[in-house]
């Protein structure tokens, strides 16, 4: 059964960061497509950053490139999400993902397995 497990969020001042972590159970994290999406109160879901494991390849959306960071530790089948810089805009609750055939980070609907998801809160 495949399942993941997501921890870190939390409130934070702007400027602040915060890094989110997410196991992977049952499945190998390094033979999906990996990667963290956001929603937003009354916004869609959106792709912040994606893994395709077929060439390794990494994305960011625009709004946080610079800013975050996406990284995994196979040993531990565990992938990150490094929030530097953290700004009111990017409050949401965040959720990782995995997709056998990696949709692409901008096709969330298409993606198989969610996290619970984690509220980051960026506010003064």
């Known amino acids: 059964q495949v399942q993941l497990v997501e921890s870190g969020g939390g409130s934070v001042q702007p400027g602040g960061s915060l890094r989110l972590s997410c196991t992977g159970l049952g499945f190998t994290l390094d033979y999906y497509g990996i990667g963290w999406f956001r929603q937003a109160p009354g916004k869609e879901r959106e792709g912040v950053s994606c893994i395709n494991s077929s060439d390794g390849r990494i994305t960011y959306a625009d709004s946080v490139k610079g800013r975050f960071t996406l990284s995994k530790d196979n040993a531990k089948n565990t992938l990150y999400l490094q929030m530097d810089s953290l700004k009111p805009e990017d409050t949401a609750v965040y959720y990782c993902?995995?997709?056998?055939?990696?949709?692409?980070?901008?096709?969330?609907?298409?993606?198989?397995?969610w996290g619970q998801g984690a509220q980051v809160t960026v506010s003064s």
């Open positions: 993902a995995a997709d056998p055939s990696y949709s692409g980070c901008d096709q969330w609907a298409l993606w198989d397995y």
